[in-house]
């Protein structure tokens, strides 16, 4: 591959994020330029966002409650930041209303409350999900979960035949845009059209979708629309605090809704509550002002790039990857490995070293390397257990031990994420370090803590008090 090239077209993007290249303390008392492995957790800031917030905070007030200037000016971001998200998702503007939050968590949480269930209705939920996508929908009504195949792809037919035989019934398909273990892309659009032809609406978490592909909610009636979206802002390079659910004004408009407060009613008096129009009647108490204009600035720079070339990029790294990772004996991928259906993906790529705890790869990469990357299940147990093959009856044994407060042999994998600012030297750096650790050139002496299951090098000197300090 064209390490140059590839190296070139986004290099301004690298310029982009603050605390590129920040020197990190390494366990033999040196430092290093970090490198930055798990953007599917969280991204770094983008420059252009904290110049805005900048600019912003100067301008910050209270909103549309407020009189004076600065409500004005603030006002009029927020809501033009509800508009610049609407687009950025491909909604309809006389259809739609964006809806904003913490999270993504709270936004599927607040579809969950906001839903007002019958008894026979179901849920249909993927065995792919995060716990986020996952936990809210459970106990709200019947849900049942849509079969991954071994290589953690969606069971299509297993879709098919759930939604003919519920057919009526399932009141909400609820889908990951792309799986935070496997990096892998549901055929979203595909899912929508069948839901639709079998009764159902459709949620799509958007939360490691958004960063990478463009998504076209579209317009209300046409077959492949996506009636519900759900993104987080701190996955898209604006960690100030600021989910959306995007989703139909009539949805919204009916029933009260599930946080309850400030800025919520038209008016109140003992005896009655009539609430808000949307979005305002979903956004109870002050709003994150802040983080919203944070998104509006990096929805800003992501269009500007273009997603598709930011979609390119990644592709050509997480091919590179995949090729390489091939080469390293022992090393297992888990999900999609073929370096030339890179595109069908995202590069979130789960693995593990044969012989080796995932969590002291991880540990070594950290304080030997200076790689930030995850390890364990990702917040979504089910399927990395499902990729794992883990039997009932192991799975009772973990159980029992977690439960115990012992995750010491709770079974996971090691996560490399890339943002799109990663270049082919921080690919390097991962794999060259990994066939460290694999040939166990590696200095540290690891302690492992049972209750969370982390291993600590002995040897380690550095404070991170003597790096940030809030006293
Ligand atoms: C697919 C997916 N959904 C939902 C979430 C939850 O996002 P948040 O923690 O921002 O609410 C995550 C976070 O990693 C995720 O990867």
Redesign the pocket.
């Known amino acids: 591959m064209n390490k140059g090239g590839l190296g070139n077209r986004v290099g301004d993007l690298r310029q982009e994020i603050v605390g590129i290249d920040q020197p990190v303390p390494l366990l033999d008392g040196t430092s290093r330029p970090y490198v930055y492995l798990d953007n599917?957790?969280s991204t770094p800031t983008f420059r252009g966002v904290q110049d805005k917030v900048n600019e912003f905070l100067t301008w910050y007030s209270s909103i549309h409650r407020g009189t004076g200037f600065k409500s004005l000016v603030a006002s009029q971001a927020y809501d033009t930041a509800r508009e610049i998200v609407a687009e950025f998702v491909g909604a309809d503007p006389t259809n739609d209303v964006v809806v904003f939050g913490k999270?993504?968590?709270?936004a599927v949480n607040k579809l969950a409350n906001r839903f007002s269930f019958q008894p026979d209705d179901m849920i249909l939920a993927t065995l792919m999900?995060?716990h986020?996508?996952d936990l809210p929908w459970r106990g709200r009504c019947r849900l049942e979960y849509v079969e991954v195949l071994a290589d953690g792809s969606l069971d299509w037919e297993d879709y098919e035949r759930k939604l003919i035989r519920w057919k009526g019934k399932i009141r909400l398909v609820t889908t990951?845009g792309?799986?935070?273990v496997t990096g892998y892309l549901p055929p979203i659009y595909q899912m929508a059209r069948f839901a639709h032809e079998h009764g159902a609406l459709i949620l799509v978490?958007a939360?490691?979708l958004a960063p990478h592909r463009r998504i076209q909610m579209g317009t209300p009636g046409s077959p492949d629309r996506l009636d519900f979206v759900a993104l987080?802002a701190?996955?898209m390079y604006a960690p100030f605090g600021t989910?959306a659910l995007i989703g139909p004004r009539a949805f919204f408009a009916n029933g009260p809704p599930d946080t309850r407060g400030g800025g919520t009613i038209e008016i109140v008096s003992l005896e009655e509550v009539f609430w808000a129009d949307p979005p305002d009647r979903d956004e109870a108490g002050s709003p994150n002002v802040v983080g919203a204009v944070a998104l509006a600035a990096s929805i800003s720079i992501l269009k500007r790039v273009g997603v598709e070339v930011l979609a390119e990029h990644e592709t050509a790294l997480t091919r590179y990857t995949l090729e390489r990772m091939g080469q390293i004996p022992g090393l297992r991928i888990f999900g999609s490995s073929v370096p030339l259906c890179a595109q069908d993906r995202l590069g979130v790529i789960a693995f593990q070293l044969e012989g080796i705890p995932h969590a002291k790869v991880a540990a070594i990469l950290g304080y030997e390397g200076g790689i930030g990357v995850r390890s364990g299940c990702?917040?979504a147990h089910p399927y990395v257990l499902r990729l794992l093959g883990t039997n009932p009856a192991e799975y009772e044994r973990f159980k029992q031990r977690v439960l115990a407060h012992d995750r010491s042999t709770l079974p996971g994998l090691i996560r490399a994420s890339f943002g799109c600012y990663n270049n082919i030297e921080d690919v390097d750096r991962l794999l060259d370090w990994l066939d460290r650790i694999r040939r166990g050139e590696t200095r540290g002496e690891y302690e492992l803590h049972v209750p969370s299951g982390a291993y600590r090098p002995r040897q380690f000197a550095a404070n991170p008090t003597d790096y940030f300090s809030l006293r």
């Open positions: 599917a957790a999270n993504t968590t709270e999900e995060h986020s996508n990951t792309a799986a935070n978490d939360a490691q987080s701190h996955k989910g990702f917040c």
